[in-house]
């Protein structure tokens, strides 16, 4: 069964833009969360998504949002890309039963804003 | 909100010998607390996990044990191997409340077994 798929791996960005990652969870997995990884602040939560809507919120600014598609496909987007924004962006997918705390990590897109 | 404290931050083995890495938690409530294993250029893998009604969990020559008593819980690795060395982390999660997706992880401990 394949993993957790994250589109693009790497990406390079100017201060001012926005930015749009994609995540395929693994097959049957319709739970999806994003995360921030950075060497200062470590593993922070961003959202979750399950069946297209947002169920749980992290402490980020409204430049980061996030959508579900019917197939449980997942976008995340940065608006008004800032300096601090640079970090290896994360998916994870679980099963919504038994264990939805579960979480799978994809590779991550590391995002570099200059 | 829920607080993960992890240590060491590095920790340097030889080969063959056994690494534990601690972390504690801040909220009771918390129930789900799992383990990941990062290397380089990819993202956290799922090791070992343990849930609150569990006290110890094994799976070959990992370990897990839980005190929730003192809100601390431990990563035992024995008889390591060069390809063990990576980055791990702790994290906690409140399993089958409104946290969705949500785990609250510690700051890793980046271990080094020198063969």
């Known amino acids: 069964k394949a993993g957790v798929t994250q589109t693009p791996r790497y990406l390079i960005k100017t201060r001012g833009q926005q930015v749009t990652l994609s995540c395929s969870p693994i097959?049957?997995?319709?739970?999806v969360s994003w995360y921030q990884q950075t060497p200062g602040q470590g593993l922070q939560f961003l959202f979750e998504y399950f069946s297209e809507t947002q169920r749980n919120k992290g402490n980020f600014p409204g430049r980061f949002s996030g959508r579900q598609f019917s197939n449980s496909r997942s976008e995340m987007n940065v608006s008004t890309l800032e300096l601090g924004d640079s970090a290896l962006y994360l998916c994870?997918?679980?099963?919504?039963?038994?264990?939805?705390?579960?979480?799978?990590f994809g590779s991550g897109t590391q995002l570099s804003v200059l | 909100g829920e607080n993960v404290e992890q240590h060491p931050s590095t920790l340097s083995v030889q080969e063959g010998d056994s690494a534990v890495i601690k972390c504690t938690y801040s909220d009771s409530a918390s129930n789900y607390f799992p383990w990941y294993k990062q290397e380089l250029g990819k993202g956290p893998q799922l090791i070992i996990d343990?849930?609150?009604?569990?006290g110890e969990k094994k799976d070959q020559r990992i370990a897990v044990t839980l005190n929730k008593t003192a809100k601390h819980f431990s990563l035992h690795i024995t008889e390591t191997q060069p390809e063990d060395s990576a980055v791990y982390f702790c994290a906690a999660s409140t399993a089958g409340g409104t946290s969705y997706g949500k785990l609250t992880f510690g700051q890793g401990t980046i271990l080094t077994v020198h063969p």
């Open positions: 994870a997918s679980s099963l919504e039963r038994p264990q939805p705390d579960k979480l799978f």
């Open positions: 097959s049957g997995h319709r739970s």
């Open positions: 343990i849930r609150s009604n569990v």
